[in-house]
């Protein structure tokens, strides 16, 4: 499995969780904080 299959998974759990409120938000900082070169194209 991919790192970014991983996270797609995690942060799919998380919203069942927690709901779907500013997960959105938060995946996406943690997609910038863990890939920047990713997020500056």
């Known amino acids: 499995m991919s790192r970014a299959m991983a ?3 995690v942060l799919c759990w998380i919203q069942v ?3 779907f ?3 959105g938000q ?3 900082e943690l997609l910038t904080s863990m890939d ?3 997020s500056a194209s």
């Open 7 to 9: 996270l797609f998974f």
């Open 17 to 19: 969780e927690m709901g």
């Open 26 to 28: 938060a995946g996406h």
């Open 21 to 23: 409120h500013h997960v």
């Open 36 to 38: 920047p070169p990713a």
